[in-house]
């Protein structure tokens, strides 16, 4: 069993940065892979990043790529999502999740764990 607990979420202008943290609970964190998913009021939830068990492999969502940096500390049980040049169309929901491999993430099928979910909003 893996508790998700996201923070770092908040109210920021376009253009500046936020930092989410996602702490894990439970001594699996290391077997599974971790991501970010994102839901914006009345649009469907969609991808944002994942990295791998390991932490070698991460994907990006195209709106992200190059935006976003996504990592994770495995004595810490955190995964981390740095987001910089943020647009008001990053406003949503952020929710951390695990799965026992990155496809799952991508693809948003049979995510074995959800955090709670922390808001992130961007103003113009």
């Known amino acids: 069993q893996v508790q998700l607990v996201e923070s770092g979420g908040g109210l920021v202008q376009a253009g500046g940065s936020l930092r989410l943290s996602c702490a894990a609970s439970?001594?699996?964190?290391?077997?599974?892979?971790m991501g970010w998913l994102r839901q914006a009021p009345g649009k469907e939830r969609e991808f944002v990043a994942a990295?791998?068990?390991?932490?070698?492999?991460?994907s990006y969502a195209n709106s992200v790529k190059g935006r976003f940096t996504i990592s994770r500390d495995n004595a810490k049980n955190t995964v981390y999502l740095q987001m910089n040049s943020l647009k008001p169309e990053d406003t949503a929901v952020y929710y951390c999740?695990?799965?026992?491999?990155?496809?799952?993430?991508?693809?948003?099928?049979?995510?074995?764990?959800w955090g709670q979910g922390t808001q992130v909003t961007v103003s113009s």
């Open positions: 999740v695990a799965a026992p491999v990155s496809d799952r993430i991508i693809t948003m099928q049979r995510i074995d764990y």
């Open positions: 439970g001594r699996t964190f290391s077997n599974y892979a």
């Open positions: 990295i791998s068990s390991s932490g070698f492999r991460t």
